[in-house]
Nanobody, 120 residues
Framework: VQLQASGGGSVQAGDSLRLSCAYS????????VGWFRQTPMKEREFVSA???????YYSDSVLGRFRISRDNSKSTAYLQMNLLKPEDTAVYYC???????????????WGQGTLVTVSS
């Protein structure tokens, strides 16, 4: 399995970005996808996840601002990030594991990360 995260960039506070996680392999429809983020000063932090059935989970810090989704026909998951704040600045990673989403980093495969920078 290979994961390719993309869509990061530099934006102003209040702007939006959409991250994509492209999955290469045949089992995307049976995979859960998680998004995590990390800064040099903090451990990797859970952001959002979606299980194979489409049930979604969010950290308190992004609930109501971010929305995770998946398109099984494209083997791609998305993280729509709205009302971005400077504290959202981080490298964002997508990860997959079979079936069930977790809020801990116990995922099998990880993408390379995409940098999101939010300035005030």
């Amino acid at each position: 399995v290979q994961l390719q995260a993309s869509g990061g960039g530099s934006v102003q506070a209040g702007d939006s970005l959409r991250l994509s996680c492209a999955y290469s392999g045949s089992a995307f429809h049976r995979s859960a996808v998680g998004w995590f983020r990390q800064t040099p000063m903090k451990e990797r932090e859970f952001v959002s996840a979606i299980n194979y059935e489409g049930n979604t989970y969010y950290s308190d810090s992004v609930l109501g601002r971010f929305r995770i989704s998946r398109d099984n026909s494209k083997s791609t998951a998305y993280l729509q990030m709205n009302l971005l704040k400077p504290e959202d600045t981080a490298v964002y990673y997508c990860a997959t594991r079979p079936l069930i989403a977790l809020m801990t980093p116990n995922y099998n495969d990880w993408g390379q990360g995409t940098l999101v920078t939010v300035s005030s």
